[in-house]
């Protein structure tokens, strides 16, 4: 029988959420196609991450795990994946579009002489075909493609599946894995951020433009997002902040920064350029503060209050805080 | 060293997007057409290496319409050595074939380096780089923002989720690049008259099946429009309310 194949991502022994969401898609095809889900992790010491997959409903988890594993390496992970889907008669190939599943697909699916669709938000089994759903042009636009090789392989956007849970607890294969002159490696990861939450992953993004004026006040944007508690809201820039030094490129928003879609999206003193929208759109809640009625913003802003935003902002963070701290 | 860059022509990102009759394609009336601005730092970081080591050479090359001479021409004034058009009419959207043909092209030439920018912005695919170095047999790092070249082996710095990798890398390989790894130059005069007397080379090129075939591309569903909920200080209380209606506070 055919597989559905998972790679999930693991890091420091710990098991990446979107990977969980790439099972729920996978499943969502092996009930399409006929076929069972797999799922393979690479790494040293995976213990704990397989047994949290065992449960994620997969029917059977493959590890290739050991000290030559340790650290990311793209040619030596592609390899051992490559050969771990021809012996699982791997149908299809998910894993979620993130730093490594861009990484590493691209290079599986060279290896496995076959395309990818990469970034995909909806995927499907129609007439005996796999099929995909994926922005382009900054989700200007939504391309739908037909696999025409095999194995169907995607990269998944994270955030857009569910993540999935509640399955009997499968069987992990052990595979050691294999040593050997590795072209790329990582050799070292240096925490960024301090803890602060990713910009793609926070509920909540607050996002500052030009309209603040000078660098400092940025601080306006750090206490509203603060305001939320620990751990909720993350920060977000305009280019033309990033652009003038304000603000680390890590912090951009748009067509040429970052992707997000977080439930609630703060666009203060952003004019709403067709590139800053690109990377916003698709946030559930827009609120836009902006001192021109005629900013192009408020057309796609759910809610807008027009007027400065020296004096609506610290009001905003008061009253966010008061709601915050009451429950 | 001899590196080739990978560049590809791209709607300018102010572009909206009109869908063209055949359901499939945009439409290209009016867009314009510039080189894909990842694609510029990857250009910059070549011409440093070929700098720092004072040897070695540059070929840019795209799989793309003859009007990419354009595209190809400047990246000549800016300091490349040679340009190279793969020339189709086909809209480059799948990732495996052009991968396959860039490939096969490589493997004709002297190549111990191929730069590439992160995504192309019209595909938004961020694939082909790690997809040719998975054909070529080469090492490959993406999305890297800090390279440094010692000794033939490449230190790369690379944004992950939450994170910043170091990653080393030996030759040859393929490396794509994202902003904040240098500031592209731009041609002057003296570039664009020495372009002129570069090599460029045009040959026809063919894509192949598809990996992946278009079934339709389609406008996303237009945001409903919003709702100003007053002016000033004063509506922060409004606003609060409607978030509170909406259950995201
Ligand atoms: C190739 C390319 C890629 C790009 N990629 C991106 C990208 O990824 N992300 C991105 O954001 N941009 C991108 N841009 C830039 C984009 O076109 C805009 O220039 C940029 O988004 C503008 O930033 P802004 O809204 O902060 O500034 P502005 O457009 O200057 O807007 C400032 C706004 O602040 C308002 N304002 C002023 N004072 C106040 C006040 N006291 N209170 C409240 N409001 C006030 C003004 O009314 C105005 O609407 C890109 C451009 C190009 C050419
Ligand atoms: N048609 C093409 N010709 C040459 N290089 C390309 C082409 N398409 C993509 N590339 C290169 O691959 C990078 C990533 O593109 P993509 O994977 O399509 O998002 C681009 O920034 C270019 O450097």
């Given amino acids: 029988m055919s597989n559905i194949v998972v790679v999930a991502e693991v890091r420091g022994g710990a098991l990446k959420r979107p990977s969980l969401e790439a099972v729920t898609a996978a499943l969502q095809l092996a009930g399409q196609s006929g076929a ?33 594993f340790a650290n990311y390496s793209g040619d030596a992970y592609a390899k051992a994946v490559v050969e771990q889907c021809k012996a699982l008669a791997a149908s299809a190939v998910l894993m979620a579009h993130t730093a490594m599943g861009k990484d590493l697909l691209p290079r599986v699916s060279a290896l496995l002489d076959t395309g990818i669709v990469t970034d995909v938000v909806a995927v499907g089994f129609e007439g005996g075909a796999f099929t995909a759903k994926k922005p382009v042009f900054a989700g200007k636009a939504t391309l739908a493609v037909r696999a025409a090789k095999a194995p169907f392989v995607a990269t998944l956007r994270p955030n857009n599946f569910a993540a999935a849970a509640g399955g009997a607890g499968a069987e992990t294969q052990k595979v050691a894995a294999p040593g050997g ?17 990713p910009l793609q992953e926070a509920k909540v993004v607050v996002a500052g433009g030009r309209g603040l004026k000078e660098a400092q006040h940025f601080k306006m944007i750090e206490d509203l997002a603060a305001a939320f508690g620990p751990g909720v809201a993350a920060v977000g820039a305009s280019r033309a902040i990033v652009d003038a030094g304000w603000r680390p490129h890590s912090e951009q928003v748009g067509q040429t920064g970052k992707v997000v879609s977080p439930p609630l999206y703060f666009a203060i003193g952003i004019s709403g350029a067709i590139q800053h929208i690109a990377g916003m759109r698709t946030a559930r809640t827009i609120v836009a503060i902006n001192q021109d009625a005629d900013a192009p913003i408020f057309k796609i802003a759910d809610f807008g209050i027009v007027g400065d935003a020296f004096e609506v902002v610290p009001a905003l963070t008061t009253a966010i805080a008061a709601i915050v701290a009451g429950k | ?82 340009a190279v058009l793969l ?44 997809n040719l170095a998975g054909r070529l047999g080469f090492a490959c790092v993406t999305e890297v923002s800090k390279l440094a070249l010692d000794n033939g082996v490449f230190t ?20 794509s690049c994202h902003k904040g790894l240098n500031e592209p130059r731009y ?42 909920v007053g002016t000033g200080v004063d509506a922060v209380p409004a606003l609060i309310a409607a978030l509170r209606e909406i259950k995201v506070l």
């Avoid at chain 1, 002159?181 to 803890?195: D, M, Q």
């Avoid at chain 2, 070549?46 to 009007?67: C, F």
């Fill in chain 1, 36 to 68: 069972k889900v797999a799922v393979i992790a690479c790494g040293a010491g995976l213990d704990a991450a397989c047994a949290e997959l065992g449960k994620s409903g997969a029917h059977k988890v493959v590890a290739i795990d050991g000290p030559a």
């Fill in chain 1, 181 to 197: 002159n590795l072209l790329s490696v990582v050799k070292e990861i240096v925490a960024s951020g301090g803890g602060k939450t």
């Fill in chain 2, 1 to 82: 060293m001899d590196i080739v860059v990978c560049i590809k022509r791209v709607p300018a990102t102010d572009t909206a997007i009109k869908i063209a009759a055949d359901g499939k394609s945009i439409d290209p009336t009016g867009v314009t057409f510039e080189l894909n601005a990842y694609d510029e730092f990857a250009l910059e970081q070549a011409l440093r290496i070929k700098e720092q080591l004072n040897a070695g050479s540059v070929t840019v090359v795209t799989i793309g319409p003859k009007e990419c001479k354009k595209q190809l021409d400047d990246a000549l004034a800016r300091g490349a050595d040679k």
């Fill in chain 2, 87 to 130: 020339s189709t009419t086909e809209w480059v959207y799948d990732g495996a074939s052009t991968a396959a043909a860039l490939a096969a092209w490589i493997k004709t030439v002297p190549c111990n380096l191929v730069l590439c920018g992160r995504q192309a912005v019209d595909s938004d695919n961020n694939q082909l780089p790690a």
């Fill in chain 2, 156 to 175: 790369a710095e690379r944004d992950i989720e939450g994170a910043r990798e170091v990653v080393t890398c030996k030759t040859p390989a393929v490396v």
């Fill in chain 2, 187 to 228: 041609a002057n005069l003296k570039g664009i008259m020495a372009a002129k007397k570069k090599p460029f080379v045009e040959q026809p090129v063919q894509l192949g099946s598809k990996a992946m075939e278009i079934v339709a591309l389609t406008l996303p569903p237009a945001r409903a429009a919003g709702k100003i």
